[in-house]
């Protein structure tokens, strides 16, 4: 269901920074993990950045690891991802989206095995980063 907002995108140079909110209702929020998911054109999906619905666990994709942050804000209920040193890889759409996961697998490793499951996410914001 598309049922959450994002924000945030842009056209920005390599190097630049760019800061993605995403506005999920309260029952929505409470009770998912979130993550942060681009795809590109003739690409698969690829999970840029999850955080669990309690904030104790985060997930990174290697290429933006040390780049990237994702924070949830649970007075607001939005999530967030503050994107750094941006490169013309990391140009897509970003689509934030609520997601279940296996209870008995580790968070990190079913969003690197893609053991998730879309409930709700957003109509997407366009990251593009020129050179």
């Known amino acids: 269901q598309v049922q959450l907002v994002e924000s945030g995108g842009g056209l920005v140079q390599v190097g630049d920074s760019l800061r993605l909110s995403c506005a999920a209702p309260e029952d929505i929020f409470s009770r998912h993990s979130m993550g942060w998911f681009r795809q590109d054109p003739g690409q698969e999906r690829e999970p840029v950045a999850a955080?669990?619905?309690?904030?104790?666990?985060?997930y990174y994709a290697n290429s933006v690891k040390g780049r990237f942050t994702i924070s949830r804000d649970n007075d607001k209920n939005t999530v967030s991802l503050q994107m750094n040193g941006l490169q013309p890889e990391d140009t897509a759409v970003y689509h934030c989206a609520a997601i279940e996961l296996p209870a008995d697998i580790a968070f990190t490793n079913a969003l690197k095995n893609g053991r998730y499951i879309f409930r709700h996410w957003g109509q997407g914001t366009q990251v593009t980063v020129s050179s």
């Open positions: 955080v669990s619905r309690s904030g104790a666990s985060s």
